[in-house]
């Protein structure tokens, strides 16, 4: 699936009450205009979460499959993942949706948010993988629900965020309608999130939100006030993707860090600047949960606990 173009984007933005002022500024029409950029009192605050994800390899289920874990002395579940944060002195966890077992019940989520508390960890947020860029229909109509099956899910814990995704149009879905479409399913979904305290957070992961500019005249356009950004630090893939991320940090209700960025449109990686980042946050006066995501190749076990201090000194 192709992202979508610049050129592309600025003509469906001017069909979808977006306005392009010109081929690097984007702004929202006064109609679309839903959120501004958050303006928290005091300091910048953050507090160290570790996402699920960076154990991926090791999880017993990924989305709703069963797999064998090769190596059962590293054998990951949500429980050993809680106590893992414990113990490693992160104040939160994220817990990714993936990994659950499809048979999971509100009383086993139960006993994993009282497992977390008494392991004094907080539930920072849980992450769905859905694709709000279908075209309406059964399989769009699925994907709403998803996402508001795991809202009900993040209630249950505690988890007071959930990653979303915008998604990319499958092949032959109009660009303009697959835009609209996303809208209107964010809008719906953030209306049912809203209504259990919880904020939905709109990742900067390709597709429709490419760009800096279409992730945030997407999040501008839809009208609820509980939708923000999940800053991704290392999935902007421009020239300079520190840039980018200075652009949206002032729109972040959550933050995934990783180790890694990525360069260009062949997605060069080098190592992340952690120390730029913590400036970048702070800049922007963050408050929140920052998450560790951790995607690099060395294994997580050995490689984690080096990131997550390297990560606490870059947010000192």
């Known amino acids: 699936m ?11 933005s001017a069909g979808s009450g977006l306005l392009a002022a010109s081929a690097g500024s984007f702004i929202a029409t006064p109609a679309a205009l839903a959120i501004e950029p958050i303006q928290r009192a005091g300091k910048p605050r953050f507090l160290l979460s570790l996402a699920a994800y960076g154990f991926r390899e090791y999880f017993e289920w ?7 874990i090769a190596d059962a002395g590293k054998k990951m579940d949500m429980f050993k993942f809680v106590d893992y944060c414990a113990d490693h002195g992160c104040e939160g966890a994220e817990l990714t949706s ?18 977390a508390f008494l392991r004094g960890v907080m539930i920072s947020g849980s992450a769905v993988g859905n694709n709000f860029a279908r075209p309406k229909g059964k399989e769009l109509d699925d994907e709403i629900a998803d996402v508001k099956k795991w809202i009900d899910q993040a209630s249950v814990l505690g988890a007071p965020h959930i990653r979303v995704f915008a998604g990319a149009p499958p092949k032959g879905t109009d660009e303009a309608v697959a835009l609209k479409n996303c809208i ?23 597709g429709i939100v490419t760009l800096p500019e279409q992730l945030l005249s997407l999040v501008k356009a839809v ?14 893939r421009t020239d300079d993707p520190y840039r980018d991320l200075i652009k949206c940090a002032p729109y972040a209700v959550n933050v ?6 990525q360069k260009g449109p062949k997605a ?18 963050y408050q929140g ?6 995607e690099a190749k060395p294994d997580p076990y050995e490689a984690i606990p080096k990131h997550l201090e390297e990560l606490r000194v870059a947010l000192a």
């Not at 990924?62 to 064998?68: C, I, L």
């Not at 719906?188 to 900067?204: H, P, Q, R, S, V």
């Not at 995934?256 to 960025?261: A, D, G």
């Not at 060069?268 to 006066?285: F, P, Q, S, T, Y």
């Open 2 to 12: 192709k992202n979508i173009s610049r050129r592309s984007f600025l003509r469906l």
């Open 62 to 68: 990924m989305r709703g499959k069963q797999k064998t």
């Open 98 to 115: 993936y990994f659950f077992d499809p048979a999971t019940t509100t009383d086993d989520l139960l006993k994993l948010r009282r497992h």
């Open 184 to 206: 209107a399913a964010l809008e719906e979904c953030c209306d049912y999130a809203g209504k259990k305290g919880i904020y939905l957070g709109m990742e900067n992961h390709g």
């Open 223 to 236: 009208q609820s006030p509980w939708l923000g950004i999940n800053l991704d630090t290392g999935n902007f």
């Open 256 to 261: 995934q860090v990783k180790v890694e960025i």
């Open 268 to 285: 060069e990686k080098e190592e992340a600047d952690l120390k730029r980042v913590g400036k970048i946050l702070r800049d922007a006066n």
């Open 289 to 294: 949960f920052v998450a560790l995501e951790y």
